[in-house]
């Protein structure tokens, strides 16, 4: 057995979930994840891996094809069943990585490939907190958006592993398939946010010919958000639709937006580190003097 936490949640699980923070003894349990027989409730099949039911945002029941790596099934189980659970418990999960400035989280939000990881992997080296890898989850609230820590690790492709000159060769893949070249970099316990933290501001990835941070307005925010929504398929299947979109609203409403245009060229790398760094702490010190 398990007792972990994740996104703010204590998880007592069936399956193992190594490198996740534990769980402090005598915790409130918030999610079950037990293995189980599934056959038509199943909400989702994958094919390469096997089925899984989410129950009421407070239990994951894993009905795992034979011979298949636990490693994969982790993927697909703290990967889209989680991100369905969340929707179902009225979190917000942002396709996004995480960090910590200045005691505020900051989101760089994008597409699959986009660099997320590997943005957060270098403000990670630079001792940067960690918040959250490609999920961030969130809690609105009437006056600040919350961000929840997530799992104490960061994929890499092997072409960033090479440009940060890491060996992957004491790493886990993070998908057991020769073809996937993604691995899991870890991140230390005391390196990742051990609480909730107030969201001061998400960036939202774009091409283009040179590094520039513009701030979107509230229309504009508020579709770059929904677009980015983790899993924003499961909105409907949990019929949160109308919820989703107050949270977009608040969210847009209360925490500033910004495209992040860059030039998909690590070589680029440091200086869209410290163009980002250098802004995201002039928007925290000026969210800090509003709630002042």
């Not at 069936?14 to 909400?43: K, Q």
């Not at 492709?157 to 057991?176: C, K, T």
């Not at 500033?256 to 002039?282: C, E, I, K, T």
């Amino acid at each position: 057995m398990s007792l972990v936490r994740l996104f703010g949640l204590t998880i007592d699980s069936e399956l193992p979930l190594p490198g996740l923070i534990p769980a402090p003894v005598g915790a409130s349990v918030d999610v079950c994840i037990r293995r189980g027989t599934l056959g038509e409730e199943a909400d989702l099949v994958i094919p390469e891996a096997g089925s899984f039911a989410v129950r009421d945002g407070r239990e994951i029941i894993v009905d795992a094809l034979p011979e298949v790596p636990e490693r994969n099934i982790r993927l697909f189980l703290l990967g889209s069943a989680m991100g369905l659970l969340l929707h179902q418990r009225g979190l917000f999960p942002l396709h996004a990585n995480g960090v910590v400035v200045d005691g505020r989280a900051i989101a760089v939000a994008g597409a699959t490939g986009a660099g997320k990881s590997t943005l957060a992997a270098w403000f990670s080296r630079q001792g940067l907190t960690l918040v959250g890898d490609d999920v961030i989850a969130m809690k609105p609230g009437a006056e600040r958006v919350m961000a929840l820590p997530g799992p104490p690790r960061v994929r890499l492709w092997r072409e960033a592993l090479d440009v940060f000159e890491i060996d992957n060769a004491e790493l886990e893949p993070s998908y057991v398939d020769a073809a996937y070249d993604k691995w899991d970099l870890p991140v230390a316990p005391n390196s990742l946010a051990s609480t909730e933290l107030p969201l001061a501001a998400v960036y939202v990835l774009e091409d283009g010919s040179d590094i520039q941070i513009r701030r979107m307005g509230g229309a504009a925010a508020a579709e770059a958000l929904f677009d980015h929504t983790y899993r924003g398929a499961y909105v409907e299947r949990v019929e949160g639709a109308v919820d989703h979109w107050r949270a977009v609203a608040t969210l847009a409403a209360t925490v500033p937006v910004f495209n992040l245009v860059r030039p998909r060229d690590l070589s680029q790398l440091d200086a869209l580190g410290h163009a980002v760094l250098a802004h995201a702490r002039l928007e925290v010190s000026r969210t800090d003097g509003l709630d002042r």
